[in-house]
Structures are given as C-alpha cells and as structure tokens.
C-alpha cells in the first residue's frame, strides 16, 4: 500500500496491517481494545486472552508504537477501556482484586512516549445491574486522550455545551493570579478571566464539555458483545478530526462558529445557540480532503459509522472476519442514502 487508502475495513492483525499504514497520515485514533480476560472474539490470535493482565499490556505496546508512527504529529487517540475483577493471583491481582488494567496500560504507554492529555470517564447513564452485595455497582469505564507532542489539533469549539448558569456572582470574579496557596501545578485562571467579561457565564461559545461524559451504552443489536455507543465516538471525533484537510500544506481547517438566541416556549427562556459557519482556511489555492479517523479494532464499526455521519473519512482494522462484514453493513445502514461523499457506499 502507498498512499492511506480510505472507508475500508482491513482485515487481519492490529499491529501486523498497521505497519502497511504510511507515517503521519491519520488525522486521530478513536478505539477500544479487547480489554482483559473480559470477553472471547473468537480469533487464535486476538487480543485480550493472555496468561497475564501485564502479558495483556505487553501484547498492545507493538498496536500503540504503529499507531504513534501513522499519526500525525499533530494528531490525537482516545482510548476506552474497561477493568475486570480477578478470579486468581496468575492473572495479576489477588481474587475479587481489581487489576487496574487501564492503570497498568496507561503508565507503559506514557513510558513508550505518549502525552497523556485527559482521563475521560464515560458515566454509563444504564449501567448493567448487579447483585454484588460487597462491593459498588460499576457504573464507568475510562476513555484517555494521547497525544505525541504538547500541540495537537483540537476544536474544542466544535465540540463546547450551552452554560446551565448565567452571568450570576460567579462572572467576571475569576481568581486574579494565583492564590497564595497554591501549588506549583495548581491551575492558573488568567484564561478564564479573559473570557468572563462582566455579566458574561463564560465563553461565548459555551462551555468546555469537561471530562466526566453521560452517555447511555449501546442499544444495537447486533452479533457483537462490546461496542460503542455512537454517543462516545462523537466527541472526540469532532474535537480532533478535521472535515478538511488542506492537501497543500496539510492544514486541518477549523470552522467558525456563531451564536444566536432561541426562545424555549416550553421553559420561558431563551437559550443561546450555536451554529457553524464558514471554514477558516489555510490561505492555499489547493482543494482539500477530509480528515481520516482510525479505529485499529474495529468491532460493530461504530467509529466509521460516525465518521460517515460526520463527513469524515475513516480506516478500520479487525481480526475477525464475521465482525468486518457486520461492520461494513453498519456502517452503510448509518450512512443512509444518499450517503457523505467521503463514503463509499
Ligand atoms: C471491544 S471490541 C471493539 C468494539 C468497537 N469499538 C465497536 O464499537 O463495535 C474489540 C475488537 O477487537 C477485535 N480484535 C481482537 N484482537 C484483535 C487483533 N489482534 N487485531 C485486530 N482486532 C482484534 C475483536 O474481534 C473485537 O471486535
């Protein structure tokens, strides 16, 4: 393969196609790898069913040292994972002990280089009941963003939320400076101060979406037992995928953004809201292209599914080829008709 070939699923080993990838060509990464000893992918070579919870993070640093060569420098990977309880002291942990496998994942991938930007917690909106009586009912799982270097490409205003509050006390009194007592890692307000003009709630835009996201799991039913919600993809798809893509210089653009007001009948208020505009553009005479989304165990297809919805291209891998053609019909059924233009079907 030379160039990045686009809306396909490939089918095979994570890290075995990822080396046919070319370098710094994949705008960002949105994936959930088998998370450990949790489900059985029906595959002698899949990920997930090692000896070890450290075996499992050793079989995912190869997937993660293709996906730091394939990505932009300027790119991002959201990572979602899940935690499992111990059954005995062979897998990692002592039995009923959590393994604290993202914790483990995590640390080797910041000592492999990767920029850890954000822990994310998906607040499951319909946990799974359970009737454990000696423990709390798990009710999240995590999802990180990673980045190769401390600038990325990130349209936080792509992604921001109308503010609940208005102008209230709270507006135009952020902290001047730092408190005396502050760290030497505290956070610094002076952006938010800059932002809070008298009687304003924040950002014009809206506010930042924060790191705690409710989102309901996934209602598809299809022959898959771990997928995404389409909800959890979003997000991060729209923060660091760019629509365009300048083909010159390789600029992702970034839209601008308006808000006006809209009056609720129903809540006797009015609510700002916000709609994109116009594109804000490199300054090249080149056309442009979409930004390409890779999800490296591609399940149902979820993360193609909303890349179609989106107008962004996508590039999957999976192991398991009853899984790539139950992809590729989700994907298709997502895209409706007529489908983005980025989109294949
Ligand atoms: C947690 S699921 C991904 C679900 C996906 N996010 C979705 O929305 O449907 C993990 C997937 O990784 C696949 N897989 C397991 N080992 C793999 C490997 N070595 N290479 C590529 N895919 C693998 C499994 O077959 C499974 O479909």
Redesign the pocket.
Known sequence: MSGLPRNIILT??????LRELPPESVDCVI?????YAL?D???D????LEATVDDWVS?LLP?FRELARVIKPTGGVWL?LGDSFSRHKKYGAPPKGLLLAPERLVIALAADGWLVRNKVIWNKTNPMPSSITDRLTLTYEVVYFLTRSPRYWFDLNAIREPHRSGGGKAAGKAAHGKPTWAGPLAANNEGLRRERPAGQPGHPLGKNPGDVWQVAT?S?RGD??????LGL?RRPLLATCPEAVCTACGQGWKRRYTVRQRWSAKDQEATMVRQPGDFIRCGCAAPTVPGVVL?????????GAVACQNRRDYIG????PD?VRL?EKRIREACGSPGPSACPV
């Open positions: 095979g080993d994570a890290a075995t196609r994936t959930s790898p088998p998370y489900r992918y029906g595959h070579d899949q990920i997930g079989g997937v979602n996934s598809y898959h037992p771990a997928m995404f919600p993809v999800d490296p165990f591609v399940g149902t297809g979820t993360v891998i999976e192991l398991n899984y992809a």
